[in-house]
């Protein structure tokens, strides 16, 4: 005889009885949703794009550029496993071994995670758009990759920036520390331990000039394609990874360098080696 149990009610334990006067996530919910109603609003940013010939450019070169040295990256590492494989065997795992990884299997995922995969060929006045390895609202790529090296082989501990329309990396700062990264997280241990942890941040402004209030949910959903990416890579090629969420942006932005406005951290990704 099966016993029936009463599950949580969730409205309860967010709201603690009933819905609060002024929730920030759901008034932003509410203000970015799509409606038939406001779809001229949406069509607005389609029509700036196709009228300027500037952020038609800009936004076939969706990329930020520092000006520091440049770091070359070795081919990336072959991922050969059957993708079946991969994702049965993927799991979070947050304790590393602290050998290095090779600079090859960092190439291979910062490739998968947001690398160019193909070309589409000019249309009218639209410049040839490179297209990366995960889907992106416009194909605008609001994000940009930052792995903060610890342990890579022929890749001095440093924080980098990663630049995937002429493959490489540039050098934000060098000599990084093990607590550095340790304060950026509330899993000091995990972020500490790994051998790169892969900062990935938005610059709001490539979407929203198009999607408006929307395109920041559509970034946020990006940077979810890129972590899955990056996990799935570090899986092939066998290594631990696990995604994360837990950190602190205001220490984290100015880890990075960034306003925490216009552009932000929004997720990251430890890899190491297998413990």
Known sequence: MSVRRQTARWLEVVY????VADDPAEAYHEASKLDPSQIA???????????????????????????????????????SPPL???????????????RPIPGAALAALLHAGYGVTGLLPPEDDRPALPLRAV????????LELYPAVL???NVK???????????????????????????????????????????????????????GLRGYRFALLEAGHVAQNLALA??????AAVPLGALYDRRTDAFVGLD????????AVAVGRIA
């Open 16 to 19: 603690g009885g009933s819905p």
């Open 234 to 239: 570090a899986t092939a090629l066998g290594l």
């Open 41 to 79: 609003r949406q069509l607005e940013g389609t029509r700036r794009l196709a009228a300027s010939p500037h952020l038609l450019l800009s936004s076939s070169r969706a990329v930020k550029r520092h000006g520091r040295p440049r770091v070359a990256l070795p081919p990336p590492a072959e991922l």
């Open 157 to 211: 501990r440093g924080l980098y920036h990663f630049d995937p329309l002429s493959p490489g990396l540039e050098l934000l700062r060098s000599g990084l520390r093990e607590e550095e990264l340790a304060a950026l997280s509330t899993y000091p241990e995990v972020a500490s331990s790994c051998a790169a942890l892969v900062l990935v941040a938005a610059i709001f402004g490539r979407t929203r000039f198009k999607y």
């Open 84 to 98: 079946g494989e991969v994702i049965t065997s993927r799991r979070s795992e947050r304790a590393f071994d602290r």
């Open 135 to 142: 889907p992106s609202g416009g194909a605008l790529y609001p």
């Open 260 to 267: 925490g406005v216009n552009e932000s951290t929004v997720y």
């Open 151 to 153: 342990r890579v082989g």
